[in-house]
């Protein structure tokens, strides 16, 4: 269902217009994302969701309009619409502004007492933002539970457990989540992390190419060639993560790109990019292991070319010399 806020603005302005009438069940769940967005003040992924709907019904002249008034709401000079409607959340919103954040929180949990489910939300993204995760969880769970439409709870209560570790937890609120957002990239992406971190990977491989399939985002890219690395599908890792070097230049990427590369067995390859990943890394511990498996895998792969080279030689001696002394003797006889 579309929030009030949205729609009051959407009525207002004319921006219901028959064109909807198109892929209406995706319109729909794009406009459940943007009306979320929008009171929570994110006007920057509303309007990544108006180009999506905008590309549905690109006849549409009412949809930029809409864009238009998002950009402006957008601005560092605007205040979320519930932070103008509810003085507490604005009183907690100046305190995070200035660094207050004790302050902050003390005026949203005193303010959540009142039983305003978008206090709540705020409450669980101040938790969530100084990685207190149980109570974000508890937070999110009363806003949803007082607002069931207010499903982005849902999914910041998968992203909640995800951090906490808790990978089987994130799959019920995600599978909820999607029932009234399909079109989620984010949502499947989230999912495939944590079947990853479970070592279901064929369900990962699953979620992150539906994922891309929605939003082909280099970071998306990035974790399926993770997958296809423990998988234990080099080439297409090699394939997949070298495109994402091309772009991003990280530690993580160079890591993962050096390990497929080890698994394939090209041992220059991998060291070169372990060494990138080395020098750009904090003191991974498990980089540091894996690069000095690879170099010490080298330098027994080098003896050991070194002493087949060896033996090959001595055998060509052998052989050379065996071949001279039948000569020798047919010309004897």
């Known amino acids: 269902m579309k929030k009030l806020v949205i729609l009051s603005v959407m009525v207002i302005t004319g ?42 019904v690109p006849q549409d002249k009412e949809v930029p309009k809409l864009k238009k008034l998002l950009y402006q709401l957008g601005t560092k000079d605007q205040r979320s619409f519930m932070a103008g409607y509810n003085k507490d959340i604005d009183k907690a919103l100046t305190y995070k502004k200035i660094g207050d954040r004790i302050n902050m929180g003390n005026v949203l949990s005193e303010a959540a007492k009142t039983g305003n489910f ?47 570790g808790d990978y089987e937890a994130v799959h019920e609120p995600i599978k909820r989540f999607l029932y009234q957002n399909q079109q989620c990239d984010v949502a499947y ?78 041992y220059s390859n991998a060291m070169l990019n372990l060494d990138k990943a080395i020098l750009l890394s904090d003191d991974d511990i498990e980089l540091k292991q894996k690069y000095n498996e690879t170099r010490d895998l ?26 001279k002394t039948k000569k020798h003797e047919k010309q004897k006889k």
């Open 118 to 164: 978008w206090v709540y939300g705020y409450l669980g993204d101040y938790y969530r933002e100084t990685k207190n995760y149980k109570p974000a969880v508890e937070a999110y769970f009363q806003a949803y539970r007082m607002q069931p439409s207010f499903t982005q709870a849902l999914l910041a209560i998968a992203i909640c457990y995800y951090e906490l």
């Open 15 to 56: 921006f219901l217009t028959p064109a909807f009438a198109v892929n209406q069940e995706i319109i729909d769940d794009y406009m459940d994302i943007i009306s979320n967005d929008c009171l929570l003040g994110d006007y920057a992924d509303a309007v990544k969701y108006l180009d999506r709907i905008m590309q549905i």
């Open 298 to 323: 080298i330098k027994n792969y080098n003896a050991q070319k070194l002493q087949d080279e060896e033996r090959e030689e001595v055998k060509q001696i052998y052989e050379d010399k065996q071949e």
């Open 189 to 266: 992406a989230i999912r495939a992390k944590a079947y990853m971190n479970m070592n279901r990977l064929n369900d990962a491989e699953t979620e992150i190419v539906t994922a891309i399939a929605l939003n082909d985002d280099i970071e998306y890219q990035f974790i399926h060639g993770i997958i296809l690395y423990k998988k234990g599908n080099y080439p297409r890792a090699i394939n997949i993560l070298s495109k994402v070097a091309e772009e991003v230049q990280t530690s993580d990427v160079f890591k993962y790109l050096g390990l497929s590369y080890l698994g394939q067995k090209e």
